[in-house]
């Protein structure tokens, strides 16, 4: 599920934005064990939830998600 | 899910715990006085207690399993935050219990079949041996949110982490299901009676798959 490739900095945004897990994923509307997921990278979010999740923290995809080299 | 409903699981748990033990130890004291009066030799009192603390016992621990799971999970689901998880924490624990209580169940039904596949069944043996093919359904049925309150509950049990768990799930249930039809049709060509008693055990073993599977995933991710 998850991808080596995929970097995240989902967790340094979260917590810059001061919310838990919990919060996000309450405003995001995802359960907090697929935020915990994401941020961990064993899930690979579709472009929909990325984008889901940019959104909430206001910042776009590419501030939340990176290609690793 | 409501404090309400958290707070009846436990309760609910806690009463039904105790009384479910002692079935299960009377039961199993019935099996003893049944088989020294089979031993005696008055096979009939002997056949019908045993059979009454098969049934007894069998109750007993599947509803023991439950209270205990519903106190736990009231205690899980206190813990959890936002509903969404907390649905999805109580579904979790079904699918972890199930499979268990869902056991005794498929060893009643293996003895039924031999005694259908030997020519010795009763009406209660047929269903005792059908019971199988609903559960084996059931619990795959479950896991993929198909069940009437899962449909109600689908704002909190579906989304895409859940999604990626059900396909890992039923993939395993899948590889485990063929691995055990091929099993059972080799062992059909030598045993063909063999294979229809071993037949409860396949299902069993992968309708579990599915939902442990899913339940040690769901486990695993918690963070």
Known sequence: ????????????????????????????????KTINTVENGVFTPSTT???????????????????QD | MTEDTLTGYQKLGARVFKPALVLALVGAMTGIVGWLANRRGDVVIGDG???????????GVTAALFAWAGYRVGRRLESASGRRDREQAARVWQLTILPMAM?????????????MVHGAADGLEWATAAVPALYALLLPVMVMNWDAHARKMRKYLDDELIRAMQARAIIAAFFVLMTGACGVY?????????????L??????????ASLRFAWLSRSYDG
């Open chain 1, 1 to 32: 599920m998850g991808d080596a490739r995929l970097g995240s900095h989902l967790k340094e945004v979260r917590t810059a934005a001061g919310l838990t897990q919990a919060e996000l994923a309450e405003r995001a509307g995802v359960s907090r």
């Open chain 1, 49 to 67: 939830l990325a984008l889901l999740l940019a959104r909430t923290l206001g910042v776009t995809v590419e501030e939340l998600f990176f290609l």
């Open chain 2, 49 to 59: 207690l045993m059979t009454a603390a098969g049934v007894a016992t069998g109750v």
């Open chain 2, 103 to 115: 056991l005794a169940m498929t060893a009643a039904a293996m003895l039924a079949a031999e005694r």
């Open chain 2, 186 to 198: 080799l062992l059909g060509l030598w045993r063909a009676d063999w294979a229809v008693i071993a």
């Open chain 2, 200 to 209: 409860p055990a396949v299902l069993w073993a992968a309708a579990s798959t």
